[in-house]
């Protein structure tokens, strides 16, 4: 499953997983949707920790969700980006819509298998 997603009363995380592309964003905002119309959350955190791969398709979930949130309300955070995923969504100027905690740090010094 590409997203898991946690509800914590007025709170809803979404921990996404393998690629952010095209062929699964569809999946992923219904997902995340179905718990913001349900929760309607004062805060949604998407955590990108365990996702592989990122295209701009990553930008727009983020940019849809945040629109979804907003007409309740609601704020959102966006943790665990790549140094290749932070650098999109900081080109694309995600900080002016949502709070970026941190991003993940490389693995150095990693064999090729």
Known sequence: MP??????????????????????????????????MKAKPKKLTIDFGS????????????????????DYGGKMEITGLSPHAYKVMTMSGIEKIAVIHRKREEKKNEKAD
Do not use: P, Q, W
Request: glycine share 12%; net charge negative.
């Open 3 to 36: 997203a898991k997603v946690v509800c914590d009363g007025e709170y809803v995380t979404a921990y996404l997983s393998g690629e952010i592309d095209h062929h699964n964003a569809g999946a992923v905002r219904a997902i995340i949707d179905t718990y913001i």
């Open 51 to 70: 996702v592989s791969f990122m295209d701009s398709s990553g930008v727009g979930l983020v940019m849809g969700r945040f629109k979804n949130i907003s």
